[in-house]
């Protein structure tokens, strides 16, 4: 790190076997150059597929049925990653689809259990019903891991049953109150519904929430 009073400007904080600092001018070269490979091997290996990054924001693009399933894109791609020791949060995946009964019969049973398409919830009161369910289980996750050791096993209990029973009641919201898309690079995409939300939320996020407004209309 930069430091005034070394000889040379700077001084070794620690060393470093694998992956990069945040921040560093480095990372941000060397990431893609050891994605770039398995991105490229991807599209070699099911033509039709298009794999795109920007840093470690990945898409795959193509037919359910050749990038789902098992021995499929997505699996041969995560097979590769864990080659390099590369652990993607797959409570971060998000799924967009015109054809969603197609995309559900391809998924293999251990996608089933981590890949969704991610909707938001147009009903205001089924809205409201499930952020308060997943504002006491995150609160309850939060206490948990604060809890002191006599007591810590039973927080961390009432915390998983929390956030199981969160989980149940978003996946139980009617179809008719969902609007699917995704969000990747400051941008929502899918269906209207989805992109107004997105927008509201990021104009709360710089301007505040003095008065609820029209969101307005996607041209």
Not at 39 to 59: C, H, S
Not at 211 to 216: H, I, L, S
Request: aromatic share 6%; net charge negative.
């Amino acid at each position: 790190m930069r430091d005034a009073t070394a000889a040379r400007g700077l001084k070794q904080v620690c060393e470093g076997r694998a992956g990069g600092p945040q921040g560093s001018a480095l990372t941000c070269i060397v990431f893609p150059v050891l994605l770039d490979g398995i991105l490229k091997e991807t599209e070699r290996r099911f033509p039709g597929v298009e794999t795109k990054a920007i840093q470690d924001d990945l898409g795959l693009y193509g037919d359910p049925a050749i990038i789902l399933g098992e021995g499929g894109a997505l699996d041969f791609i995560l097979a590769e990653f864990q080659k390099v020791d590369l652990k993607p949060n797959h409570k971060k995946f998000q799924a967009d689809t015109i054809s969603p009964a197609e995309s559900q019969a391809a998924l293999s049973a251990k996608q089933k259990r981590w890949f969704k398409r991610t909707f938001v919830i147009t009903n205001p009161v089924l809205r409201s019903q499930v952020k308060h369910a997943e504002t006491r289980a995150s609160e309850a996750k939060a206490a948990a891991a604060n809890a002191p050791p006599a007591t810590k096993a039973e927080a961390e209990a009432e915390a998983q049953l929390l956030a199981a029973a969160a989980e149940a009641m978003s996946a139980t919201v009617p179809e008719v109150h969902r609007a699917y898309g995704t969000t990747g690079c400051g941008a929502a995409v899918g269906d209207d519904a989805y992109a107004q939300a997105f927008l509201l939320r990021k104009e709360r996020e710089l301007c505040g929430d003095p008065e609820p407004g029209d969101v307005g209309t996607i041209a």
